[in-house]
T-cell receptor, first 115, second 110 residues
């Protein structure tokens, strides 16, 4: 019944490794997002996809590469992990991209710790 | 200047109290406004949208002042379960993305 799910929930890894986070939504939404929440709890958008097409790409290092195989899935691959990548990464979805009062539904988050 | 600014708190209030949170935003062209709630170590969830005429949902009242670029949230008769971080959120910018404030922490005490 989970609307937006993410795996894994926790990820602990060494600097320099490559890791992926997966997200799936079963709400039938067209638009999906990746957000990063840092240690100061500041939540900021990284990417957004609408029907598998990238529509928002904030100033994010090239080491971060999103991929949307279909509109229900949005994965995030991170290369050469750095200490500063430690954060909680939230996936979200909404019915329509960037319109009006459409609610965004968030997944439970992936807590990434880079050692 | 941050795009969305909030007092981080914490606001420590007794059960039954009325508490108000304020938020200011910098982009006058912002289109939509929201309050999200985030419990500790959980995801943000929509609490309520904020409309120009102001709106109420049970114990919660939200107000928007476009001229002053100011949003408020009033919680009446606080419950222990209201303890959370309240995020002020604005939709705007070239891509109509959601821009989050850093949140105001509310702790309701028995």
């Amino acid at each position: 019944d989970t609307a937006v799910s993410q795996t894994p929930k926790y990820l602990v890894t060494q600097m320099g490794n490559d890791k992926s986070i997966k997200c799936e939504q079963n709400l039938g939404h067209d638009t999906m997002y990746w957000y990063k929440q840092d240690s100061k709890k500041f939540l900021k958008i990284m990417f957004s996809y609408n029907n598998k097409e990238l529509i928002i790409n904030e100033t994010v290092p090239n080491r971060f590469s999103p991929k949307s195989p279909d509109k229900a899935h949005l994965n995030l691959h991170i290369n050469s992990l750095e200490l500063g990548d430690s954060a909680v990464y939230f996936c979200a979805s909404s019915p329509l991209a960037g319109q009006g009062y459409n609610e965004q539904f968030f997944g439970p988050g992936t807590r990434l710790t880079v050692l | 200047r941050k795009e969305v600014e909030q007092d981080p708190g914490p606001f420590n209030v007794p059960e039954g109290a009325t508490v108000a949170f304020n938020c200011t935003y910098s982009n006058s062209a912002s289109q939509s406004f929201f309050w999200y709630r985030q419990d500790c170590r959980k995801e943000p969830k929509l609490l309520m949208s904020v409309y120009s005429s102001g709106n109420e949902d049970g114990r919660f009242t939200a107000q928007l002042n476009r001229a002053s670029q100011y949003i408020s949230l009033l919680i009446r008769d606080s419950k222990l379960s209201d303890s959370a971080t309240y995020l002020c959120v604005v939709r705007g910018g070239a891509t109509n993305k959601l821009i989050f404030g850093t949140g105001t922490l509310l702790a309701v005490q028995p």
